[in-house]
């Protein structure tokens, strides 16, 4: 659901956000909704800032209850720690106005008996923290996932950090169950665990759309710098493409030399050929499709 725009970039509700601040306003938490709603937006607002001074172009931004996701138009995967930055601009944005909220309650008494402002504080730490569990879409998966993409590549760092996520969402769950069980009940658990668990299976049809546009990219960077780092692999000609690319880190270029199961060589594709055949026949064509492109 479309909610506003501002600065070119159009800020839209989930529905589970929506749901909970529904939940809240009936009853009777108007001003707790207003300003987790307030917070969410002004966290998002920080990371789209973050990203134009990093030169990127931004989209629209998706907001959930513990924070949102946004549709960054560049080629941010290219660089996984812009990545980093980006994403840990919210959970510090978070933490500065704890910190600015703790001078004023200690300078401040008439503050400290304040439901509301004590309410903001509680808020911002728990933006702040639960943003950076490692899981995505949270800003600590991201963070995890551009620390991983120097050694695992970044389809496979976006698969490693997809199930630690789910696995996270599960032990939520049953810590909710638990609490529950013992007379605790806390409907934020149960909304965090189903968030965590279906927006991180989401993530991987985006990032699978964001990696391949990226490659796609990754030609006109190395025509307008003039020198990328190359890297060579080696494959059967028989393996899926999809495994070919689980090998690609961002940063570099690559060049797979192709080979049958004696061991024989029967010709290289750059990494350019790889993408325009998964364009065409889709990530399970074989390497051989790419290699007769030629």
């Known amino acids: 659901m479309k909610l506003l725009k501002l600065g070119g970039i159009t800020f839209r509700f989930h529905w589970v956000f929506l749901l909970l601040l529904f939940l809240l306003a009936f009853y ?12 969410v937006l002004a966290h998002e607002t920080v990371h789209m800032l973050i990203a134009r001074a990093h030169g990127l172009e931004v ?3 998706e907001l959930f209850p513990f924070g949102g996701v946004a549709r960054i138009e560049d080629v941010l995967e290219l660089d996984p720690q812009v990545e980093s930055n980006v994403a840990l601009a919210g959970p510090l944005f978070n933490f500065v106005l704890v910190a ?11 503050w400290q008996q304040n439901e509301m402002f004590l309410f903001f504080i509680r808020c911002n730490l728990v933006l702040g923290f639960f943003n950076l569990l490692p899981a995505l879409p949270l800003d600590g998966g991201r963070i995890l996932r551009a620390r991983l993409c120097g050694s695992l590549g970044f389809q496979q760092a976006t698969e490693l950090a997809i199930r630690i996520s789910q696995i996270m969402a599960s032990l939520l769950l049953l810590l909710g ?8 009940f806390h409907l934020t658990l149960f909304v965090a665990a189903f968030f965590l668990y279906f927006a991180a ?3 991987r049809t985006v990032a699978m759309y964001s990696f391949i546009r990226s490659l796609g990219r990754k030609k006109k960077i190395l025509y307008e710098q003039g020198v990328m780092p190359l890297t060579t692999l080696m494959a059967l000609d028989e393996a899926p493409l999809k495994d070919v690319l689980r090998r690609f880190a961002m940063k570099k270029y690559h060049r797979i030399v192709v080979v049958n199961k004696d061991g024989r060589v029967l010709g290289e594709v750059m990494e350019s050929d790889v993408v325009d055949t998964i364009v065409n026949k889709g990530i399970f064509a074989s390497v051989t499709t790419a290699l007769r492109k030629k």
């Open 28 to 39: 009777g938490y108007l001003g707790e909704t207003l300003i987790l709603f307030s917070l």
């Open 59 to 61: 989209g629209d931004v």
């Open 100 to 110: 600015i909220s703790m001078v004023l309650y200690a300078n401040l008494p008439g």
């Open 177 to 184: 169950f638990y609490l529950f069980y013992t007379g605790h």
């Open 201 to 203: 299976a989401k993530e």
